[in-house]
């Protein structure tokens, strides 16, 4: 089992729909967790971090945390056809080591 | 804004050849990290280096090996490169509490051995 696990997709939404991705972790002792979006041959380009519990907005992206229940997600409104790409979820484990999930491949269609 | 700065960006090698990746990071930033993403993987990390002393290890292959210098780039040394050594190395850098502290990627060098 990897200690991040995502559903790989793709999550194929409507232009202007909300997307919605999501990640469990296994190691309760994670503190800080980071969202990631990868376009295809490019780097990781951060989107959110999160370090408490319950929701943080930024602009179209509103990160969720719940360490009760070992779950992150990412909700991404009026999803636009430049939103398609591989969202990256990652934990810190360690001391600073970024454990990443396979990553979800979003589509979103005109 | 800088970002983090990775030489070279393309790298074509041979078996049992050996190759060396240079990060510069973001100015001000103490810490760097190296990762590897293979074909259609997610990024693996390898080793990280807070304030010139290595800070975690990863998988990171006994055949390559890494360092922080006095200016905070850093370089990732790789002896008898395989096949499988094929990816896309990206260096990350952070400040402060790294735990805490988001890392910014560079822009990787795509490494191919054949």
């Known amino acids: 089992q990897k200690e991040v696990e995502q559903n790989s997709g793709p999550l194929s939404v409507p232009e202007g729909a909300i997307a919605s991705l999501n990640c469990t972790y296994s190691?309760?002792?994670?503190?800080?967790f980071f969202w990631y979006r990868q376009y295809s041959g490019k780097s990781p380009e951060l989107i959110m971090f999160?370090?408490?519990?319950g929701d943080k907005e930024d602009g179209r992206f509103t990160a969720q945390l719940n360490k009760a229940s070992q779950y992150v997600s990412l909700l991404i409104r009026d999803s636009q056809p430049s939103d398609s790409a591989t969202y990256l979820c990652?934990?810190?484990?360690?001391?600073?080591?970024?454990?990443f999930g396979a990553g979800t491949r979003l589509a979103v269609h005109p | 804004a800088a970002g983090v700065i990775q030489s070279p960006r393309h790298l074509i090698k041979e078996k049992r050849e050996t190759a060396t990746l240079k990060c510069y990071p973001i100015?001000?930033?103490?810490?760097v990290y190296w990762y590897q993403q293979g074909p259609g993987q997610d990024p693996q990390f390898l080793i990280s280096?807070?304030?010139?002393?290595?800070?975690d290890k990863g998988s990171i292959p006994d055949r390559f090996s890494a360092q922080q210098f006095s200016d905070y780039h850093s370089e990732l040394n790789m002896s008898s490169l395989e096949l499988g050594d094929s990816a896309l190395y990206f260096c990350?850098?952070?400040?402060?509490?790294?735990?805490?502290?988001?890392?910014?990627f560079g822009p990787g060098t795509r490494l191919t051995v054949l």
């Open positions: 280096f807070y304030e010139k002393m290595q800070s």
């Open positions: 100015p001000r930033h103490d810490t």
């Open positions: 999160i370090y408490s519990n």
């Open positions: 990350a850098s952070s400040f402060g509490v790294p735990s805490y502290n988001e890392q910014f």
């Open positions: 990652a934990a810190i484990l360690g001391y600073n080591k970024l454990i």
């Open positions: 190691d309760r002792g994670s503190q800080s």
